[in-house]
């Protein structure tokens, strides 16, 4: 029979809480009399789903079991009832508190450390961080909830490189990690520190059915360095979703298929069309599903956290602005959080920053990753590698027209499947391949096992003509072009140095390359005369092995470059100057100045003020360094005005 008195039911539901309560400290104390040493907090151990409370540092951070959440719950009210009872101010140095916080539902046990008039510094027993507050705001624990273990662990990060002193970026990055997530913390030692246990631990979250490490997340913020400096020692997930591919089918001679993107004669990309083009139709619906999915109002949910090497996600194509499902192949460390991704339906490689990326849905994941990766067989190119007219030929011919191929070979490696094939345009199949026709046009050589379908009976010359490289020259830009660039540098609205985003890819290429040419190649130093204008390779500090123009001849043997594909000068000794590698020239700058065009300094200044020009590094950082040009006037060789466009984002 229920009671008629309600107060009489609410002492009854506190009486239980207390009963609650007092069998786990009842519990706590046998297990520590059972032991030789007695203490009052039970200590984190083994692997435990955790949440985050409050960050110092990655060294210094407080973390809670989730299993002790119902254990804080009726903790929480228990301290309430007794905040009620009164009783406040009434407290001393070392005295356990409880503790109302400005927000009335919240109580909190506290240590308090210092008294000092009507203040008190406290140490929040179950939260791991300080504060100073009213002493009006205090009442003295019971016994019964002061000898509760404490809920916060003290933490520091297992494999992180110690710090004198941590920035605020670090802890924010740790707290961005963590969010309000259920976290796994991973036990692995622990360490005294004046007199505090604090246990050394690995911490990770599971994302997409991964889990991610909070240390490697940290490194590639360059927020924290791995101990040792080990820079390339972020570990793979032991498990995570990936792409299905389809193989081409061994026992079928022919095959339709769609070339969809083009490297090079051996490196091309095909999509299978399928039967009744049922594979292009699958392709067609996913990617309007995707436009749709990912046009929508941007939130944080879709936004990758980590980027490891083999992450499954969507990525914009960098020349038509549609997502496409990608793949990270590589964590750039020339520069910060760059990464380079695989666009897995068309074959498509580009560097873009890793805030651009998102999060794929599993019903993304069904299709298998579309592109096939084809050489066309029996040729090779004439000289030591394919000319750009030779990639310009086979990409025209083959573009948006369907294709039959012939399957010759195939070769199973590590990483992928290459497939030797001959190729024909589908109404022509009983024409010439394309395999012959770049040996006629002279773009390529036929190697033996190319079977040519010349009438004339004449055969196929092997052109191997020497190659008069001239010194490097800018591409011709018209004004009123339109290019999508990221912004290299920006030092006033006079003066912002960009680079085309289409480019950004074959930048990182040649970089590698230019670098890798000059450790092998162990050239002697040339006593040459050096004049303005001329190309030549210098190594930097900053950017290493440089494409760079000898600007302005200085005293004591001193010159000053324009640093070609990075838009900065540089002053360096003549005798560090090396000939520019005619493979190297081939290829003009990657970067470009422009100023912005009808804009004068403020007051009739003849130079931007700082505030200016931090008001525009503010803007661009603010769109990600990306912006959208429209070529004005070409001013000098190097620099053009050009009207900028920022994409407007939402607060």
Same mark, same amino acid.
């Not at 299709?367 to 050489?375: D, G, H, Y």
């Given at each position: 029979?229920?009671?008629? %008195? ?6 009854q539901? #506190? ?6 309560l007092?069998?786990?400290?009842? +519990?706590?104390? *046998? ?8 203490t ?9 789903? =955790?949440?985050?409370?409050h960050?110092?540092? /990655? ?11 119902k ?11 007794k ?6 101010g009434?407290?001393?140095?070392? %005295? ?22 009507d ?60 969010g309000?997530?259920?976290c ?13 246990n ?17 240390? %490697?997340?940290?490194?590639? +913020?360059?927020?924290?360095?791995? &101990?040792?400096?080990?820079? &390339? ?11 299905l591919?389809?193989?081409l089918? +061994? ?14 004669p ?13 594979y ?7 990617m ?6 990912y ?10 956290? $980590? ?8 990525? #914009?194509?960098?020349? *038509?602005?549609?997502?496409? @499902? ?17 666009? =897995? ?15 794929i849905?599993?019903?993304?994941l ?12 029996g ?8 000319s ?10 083959? @573009? ?14 590590? %990483?992928?499947? &290459? ?10 199949i ?8 770049i040996?006629e046009?002279? $773009? ?11 009438s ?13 490289l /001239? ?6 830009m018209?004004?009123?072009? @339109? ?16 680079? +085309? ?15 890798? $040419? ?33 600007? @302005?001849m200085?005293?004591?043997?001193m ?14 000794a003549v ?21 912005? /065009? ?15 020009? &931090? ?7 603010w ?29």
């Open positions: 029979q229920a009671s008629a %008195d309600p107060v009489q039911d609410k002492t539901g #506190q009486s239980v809480l207390e009963q609650a007092q069998e786990v400290i009842g +519990r706590l104390c *046998d297990k520590g009399e059972g032991s030789k040493q007695v009052a907090r039970e200590v984190l151990a083994g692997v435990e789903d =955790v949440v985050l409370l960050v110092e540092s /990655p060294e210094s951070f407080f973390v809670m079991r989730t299993r002790d959440w254990m804080a719950d009726m903790m929480r009210m228990q301290m309430k009832r905040w009620m009872e009164g009783g406040w009434k407290v001393k140095v070392d %005295d356990i508190a409880v503790l109302k916080d400005d927000d009335a539902t919240e109580y909190h046990r506290v240590k308090v450390i210092t008294i000092e008039s203040l008190a510094w406290v140490t929040y027993i179950d939260q791991g961080n300080n504060s100073q507050v009213p002493l009006t705001s205090l009442v003295c624990m019971s016994e019964n909830l002061s000898t509760l273990p404490p809920m916060a662990h003290h933490c520091t990060l297992a494999g992180v490189s110690s710090e004198h002193e941590w920035n605020e970026e670090a802890a924010r990055g740790v707290r961005l990690f963590s309000k997530d259920v796994k913390a991973t036990v692995v030692g622990s360490r005294d520190c004046m007199g505090k604090i246990m050394i631990v690995m911490f990770s979250k599971e994302e997409d059915q991964t889990d991610i490490s909070l240390l %490697d997340f940290l490194v590639f +913020r360059a927020l924290a360095s791995r &101990e040792g400096q080990d820079l &390339e020692g972020s570990s793979l997930p032991i498990s995570f979703r990936s792409f591919y389809l193989p089918d +061994r026992t079928v001679q022919e095959h339709l298929v769609k070339v969809v993107h083009v490297d090079t051996d490196q091309m990309y095909i999509n299978l069309v399928g039967e009744n083009h049922s292009i139709k699958y392709m067609e619906n996913m309007e599903e995707m436009q749709e999915e046009s929508r109002h941007e939130a944080d949910d879709q936004k990758v956290i $980590y980027p490891y090497v083999g992450l499954v996600c969507a990525a #914009q194509h960098a020349e *038509d602005g549609k997502y496409h @499902r990608a793949q990270v192949t590589e964590l750039l460390q020339e520069e910060i959080m760059m990464v380079r991704v695989m666009l =897995v339906d068309i074959g498509y490689c580009q560097v873009v920053h890793y805030n651009s990326l998102r999060r849905s599993d019903k993304f069904v299709l298998p990753a579309m592109a096939i990766r084809v050489s066309l067989s040729v090779r190119p004439v000289g030591e590698g394919w750009d007219e030779a990639i310009k030929y086979v990409k025209e011919i083959v @573009r948006t027209k369907m294709m039959r191929i012939k399957l010759e070979d195939m070769k199973t490696g590590m %990483d992928e499947c &290459e497939c030797k094939v001959v190729m024909y345009e589908d109404n022509c009983q024409g010439v391949s394309i395999n012959t026709m040996v046009k002279g $773009y390529a050589t036929a190697l033996p096992e190319l079977e040519t379908e010349k004339d009976g004449h055969p196929i010359l092997d052109i191997d003509e020497e190659n008069n /001239p010194q490097l020259q800018r591409p011709v018209e004004a009123g072009s @339109r290019f999508t660039c990221r912004v290299v540098s920006s030092s006033s609205p006079g003066n912002i140095c960009l680079r +085309r985003l289409v480019e950004e890819e074959s930048f990182y290429q040649m970089s590698k390359e230019l670098t890798r $040419y000059h450790e092998t190649h162990c050239s002697p130093a040339l006593l040459r005369h050096w004049k303005e204008g001329d190309s030549c390779v210098v190594k930097t500090p900053g950017e290493g092995w440089v494409r760079a123009r000898v600007d @302005r200085m005293e004591g043997g010159v000053e470059l324009l640093l070609h594909d990075h838009g900065s000068r540089f002053v360096g005798e560090s100057l090396k000939p520019l590698p005619g493979e190297f020239c081939q290829v003009g700058p990657f970067c470009w100045t422009v100023e912005l /065009p009808n804009l004068v300094p403020a007051g009739g200044a003849k130079t931007w003020t700082g505030v200016a020009c &931090e008001k525009l590094q503010e803007i661009l950082l769109v990600g360094m990306e912006v959208d040009i429209e070529l004005g006037k070409k001013l000098t060789e190097d620099k053009w005005q050009a009207v900028m466009f920022v994409k407007e984002k939402e607060e």
